[in-house]
């Protein structure tokens, strides 16, 4: 019988899980959850979406867009779970966090070839084996892993952002609009004129932080920076941030605000809502004095505060090969942020690469070749890349994506075309069957 064990049940493991079942393979997922949890973590359910409940953009002209596409087409369990969960956010998919993760879990554990079990690893075992632990891997797997590889992590550190009760917010303050009115108004928008602004950047940068073992705001990861983080950066950093008012107009004044905190929905009865940007490390009473500055907000309900963790990443381009496995056993694979990817979606399509590849080896088939063409293929050679000196994380992103042969002036034009070229190399990959 082919066998396979999957460690970790977040948006990779899931998914790694999931593509291996539908090729035959026995899986053995292992989930330390509800066994064990971390402070980031809120429910049992797999899939759980830790800081915001976006997926970002849907449209092919952006990378993220474009690696949704590929794994769309190509069966990924987590876009199908988020498909069926979306919530309105403009061009963003954005789904209904706790729907997300609890129709992934049904997905897991009705499937026939998948054993579900509650425990935590402490140890890096035999193959074939994907680990997926995440960047919140426990201490003791995060010291096994270090061991086995007998190298040192990088560290970076993320941040979670608030999230509000709709019936708290006051809407004489605030109205409905996406920005440039793109698609439908999905944003709940808060303005703050000059002096509400600078009043809640004094009081944003001096409010009381909590304590982050080891936590310098160098070490954080760009993509997640808390939002007294970017403050400290300069007064009108947030204003060219997450405050920016371009493209809103505020119908009390029928103008531009000075700046503007957005909020999306955070679920699918549209009850909760997040604070768009608002990743913050701030102690919890400090967050509730100071957010609520923000005029919409003064009454607001938070049902759950920001909070910050650390991540972990593994220096993947001396330890790892283009399908995420160790380079000197290529029957033990990593996936997900601990390998470089960054983000939700790049984390599902380095669980789907490396169980693909993972079924190849377990049934003797051919590996499949995702070409740098395509954004599955450019992020999982990226994170192998053995010539970058200094690996950071990174999301997809176009600039790895191998270029056009013809050039294409305006940005959005030649985007598309990149994205209509990789997903005629997919629809062909599907249709001769290599994957």
Request: aromatic letters at 8%.
């Amino acid at each position: 019988m082919n066998k396979a064990t999957v460690i970790g049940a977040g948006l990779a493991g899931s998914e790694a899980a999931w593509q291996l079942a539908q090729r035959g393979i026995q899986v053995e997922l292992i989930e330390m959850k509800p066994h064990k949890m971390t402070p980031a973590h809120h429910s049992a359910n797999f899939g759980e979406l830790v800081c915001s409940n976006s997926l970002r953009g849907d449209r092919l002209e952006n990378a993220v867009g474009l690696l949704k596409e590929e794994l769309r087409r190509l069966g990924s369990l987590i876009i199908s779970c988020a498909d069926a969960t979306r919530v309105e956010a403009g061009g963003c998919l954005a789904v209904d966090r706790e729907g997300f993760s609890a129709l992934i879990t049904q997905r897991l554990k009705e499937h026939p070839n998948i054993t579900v079990v509650a425990k935590e690893v402490t140890e890096v075992p035999q193959g074939p084996v994907i680990v997926a632990t995440g960047p919140l891997t426990s201490d003791a797997m995060a010291d096994a892993i270090g061991k086995y590889f007998g190298q040192d992590y990088l560290h970076f550190f993320d941040a979670a952002a608030p999230l509000v009760t709709a019936d708290s917010i006051d809407m004489t303050k605030a109205w409905w609009q996406s920005r440039y009115d793109r698609g439908t108004p999905d944003y709940i928008n808060c303005a703050m004129n000059k002096a509400e602004y600078e009043a809640f950047i004094r009081e944003l940068v001096s409010a009381e932080e909590a304590e982050v073992h080891g936590f310098e705001d160098k070490n954080v990861f760009e993509g997640c920076m808390p939002v007294e983080v970017m403050a400290r950066r300069g007064f009108e950093t947030l204003r060219y941030g997450p405050l920016k008012p371009v493209g809103l107009t505020d119908p009390a004044t029928g103008k531009e605000p000075y700046a503007v905190v957005q909020l999306r929905q955070d679920n699918a009865a549209k009850s909760v809502f997040n604070l768009v940007g608002f990743q913050t490390h701030l102690k919890f009473g400090e967050q509730k004095r100071v957010f609520s500055m923000i005029p919409a907000l003064r009454d607001a309900n938070f049902v759950r505060y920001g909070v910050m963790h650390r991540n972990t990443f593994l220096r993947s381009p001396k330890l790892l090969d283009r399908y995420y496995a160790d380079r000197r056993d290529p029957l033990v694979a990593f996936a997900g942020q601990m390998t470089g990817v960054e983000g939700y979606v790049e984390s599902c399509a380095s669980g789907y690469l490396a169980a693909v590849a993972m079924a190849a080896k377990i049934l003797g088939k051919p590996l499949p070749d995702f070409p740098n063409t395509t954004a599955i293929g450019a992020l999982g050679l990226y994170i192998s890349d053995e010539r970058i000196a200094d690996f950071q994380p990174m999301n997809i992103n176009f600039s790895i994506i191998a270029p056009l042969e013809q050039r294409i002036r305006k940005k959005a034009e030649k985007n598309l075309a990149l994205a209509n070229r990789s997903l005629a190399v997919i629809d062909t990959m599907i249709k001769e069957e290599q994957i």
